[in-house]
């Protein structure tokens, strides 16, 4: 069974400061992981995700985040964020064509 | 990227009444389709994985017979709430994956308020 533990439920930063969420996973098989971003009241959207390969994963909006296999970690990264960036960001593991198994959330907020 | 449609995007109905919520897929097969319960401040509860063409596997805890999803097509999922009461109103999320995706790609969500 996988199991994601989002370590921080509430995260809030100034504009233009960096900022980590952060996500540990645990698992006895390979996983794909990912990153998923809601605003209020609407579905999730893609933000970035890790198969295989290189293990930082770059978002077109500035976001990033490494994959560690020794830490089981998938922390999410972005070095200045910006208002519109206030939302709640779900980290999410899913076996190879399995389900998709959520963290509980973390709400980035951001202030002017 | 793939378009996942679901409507409505809101709904209010009485107490006893039952409720259908449709999930499409636009451009794309979705072979598997996914439906999440989730409460405010809180993550997503997957209820259901369906496959086109097979019954629903709902996870424990899940009520089938309130419930029911119907995946006839590869491009349209239903959720019906049988019977709806208060404590069914929450937000239902759905997504899709198709036989070629690694990733699935989510709807609008349906907010549901039983009165």
């Known amino acids: 069974a996988q199991s994601v533990t989002q370590l921080d439920s509430q995260v809030p930063v100034f504009e233009e400061a960096p900022v980590e969420l952060r996500c540990n996973y645990s698992?006895?098989?390979?996983?794909?992981l990912f990153w998923y971003v809601q605003y209020p009241n609407q579905g999730l959207q893609l933000l970035l995700k890790?198969?295989?390969?290189?293990?930082l994963v770059e978002s077109i909006n500035g976001f990033e985040a490494e994959f560690n296999k020794s830490q089981t970690s998938f922390h999410l990264r972005k070095p200045s964020v910006h208002i519109s960036d206030t939302a709640e960001y779900f980290c999410a593991v899913s076996p190879e064509g399995g389900k998709l198994i959520f963290g509980q959330g973390t709400e980035l907020s951001v202030k002017p | 990227g793939a378009v996942v449609s679901q409507h409505p995007s809101w709904v209010i109905c009485k107490s006893g009444t039952s409720v259908k919520i449709e999930c499409r897929s636009l451009?794309?097969?979705?072979?598997?389709m996914f439906w999440y319960r989730q409460f405010p401040k809180q993550s997503l509860m997957l209820m259901a994985t369906s496959n086109e063409g097979s019954k629903a596997t709902y996870e424990q805890g899940v009520e089938k017979d309130k419930f029911l999803i119907n995946h006839a097509s590869l491009t349209l999922s239903t959720l019906t709430v049988t019977s709806a009461h208060p404590e069914d109103s929450s937000f239902y999320i759905c997504?899709?994956?198709?036989?070629?995706?690694?990733?699935?790609?989510f709807g609008q969500g349906t907010r549901l308020t039983v009165v």
């Open positions: 997504s899709a994956r198709g036989v070629l995706n690694t990733e699935a790609f």
């Open positions: 890790y198969l295989s390969g290189s293990t």
């Open positions: 451009d794309f097969q979705a072979t598997t």
């Open positions: 698992s006895s098989v390979s996983v794909y």
